[in-house]
């Protein structure tokens, strides 16, 4: 394994037709970190993450995964090794639990039903929905929705998982049960890049939160620092009223 960051993000800039939404973002992630990514609506939060997995495209800066410039590697191939979760799910709503995961790994990883069946159900076993394989999304609740989302961008051996707002849908009660799937994954060694307001989970789990205000990082550094200590006032009221 090399001894470059995973994820290396250099002066990266975005505009949108005339408007520059990213303003040169500079991070980098190792391996096993959890990044927690904050900062108000429109900020430019979706934009960061949807540059690193290609869906939206850059105008200026790098951004590397394993050394490798995004921007040289194959989408397909890329897409296959960052795995993203939705604020919406994204499930094909004619497809059970079960066949909503092995849709990757059969079409994309060429692995035989009886292989891709296998490995969904593991997946969902590790996200707790063992019991729901069959289920079709309509029968399942927002949490459970989510948890195959999940399952399903484990399926394909993610290098990296990217979270947007993964429980800004959800209905209170069942932002728990998510947040707890996100947690053990961290705990079990999943590098991520995690967008959410969910701050017992950046507590608990995040190696750094970055603060993004109006397409810069404003400030970035260990939970512990920027909760009981953020050097700057616009952090501290936008953590003040998230906790
Ligand atoms: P956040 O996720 O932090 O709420 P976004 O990354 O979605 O912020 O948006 C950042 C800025 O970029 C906003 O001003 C938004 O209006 C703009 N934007 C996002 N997506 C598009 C798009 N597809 N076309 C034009 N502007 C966009
Ligand atoms: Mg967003």
Request: proline share 5%.
């Amino acid at each position: 394994m090399s001894d470059d960051p995973l994820v290396r993000v250099d002066d990266l800039h975005k505009r949108y037709g005339d408007e520059e939404v990213l303003k040169g973002i500079s991070f980098e992630m190792d391996r096993q970190d959890v990044q927690v990514l904050v900062g108000p609506s429109g900020s430019g939060k979706s934009t960061l993450l949807r540059c690193v997995n290609r869906l939206t495209e850059f105008q200026g800066g790098e951004i590397t995964l394993d050394g490798t410039p995004v921007t040289e590697m194959d989408v397909d191939d890329l897409r296959r090794q960052v795995g993203m979760v939705f604020q919406d799910f994204n499930l094909f709503a004619h497809l059970t639990a079960k066949e909503n995961i092995m849709l990757g790994p059969r079409r994309v990883l060429g692995k035989t039903e009886e292989e891709a069946a296998e490995r969904a159900l593991d997946e969902l076993d590790r996200v707790g929905l063992a019991a729901q394989a069959d289920s079709y999304p309509a029968e399942l609740s927002g949490g459970q929705k989510q948890r195959v989302g999940i399952a399903r961008a484990l399926a394909m051996d993610p290098k990296l998982m990217l979270f947007d707002e993964p429980t800004s849908a959800l209905d209170p009660e069942l932002i728990g049960e998510v947040v707890e799937v996100m947690e053990d994954l961290a705990e079990g060694g999943m590098t991520m890049l995690v967008v959410t307001h969910e701050m017992g989970f950046a507590r608990a789990a995040a190696t750094d939160i970055m603060f993004l205000d109006q397409g810069r990082i404003v400030e970035h550094g260990p939970p512990e620092r920027l909760f009981e200590n953020p050097e700057h006032e616009r952090t501290a009221q936008f953590l003040e009223r998230l906790t």
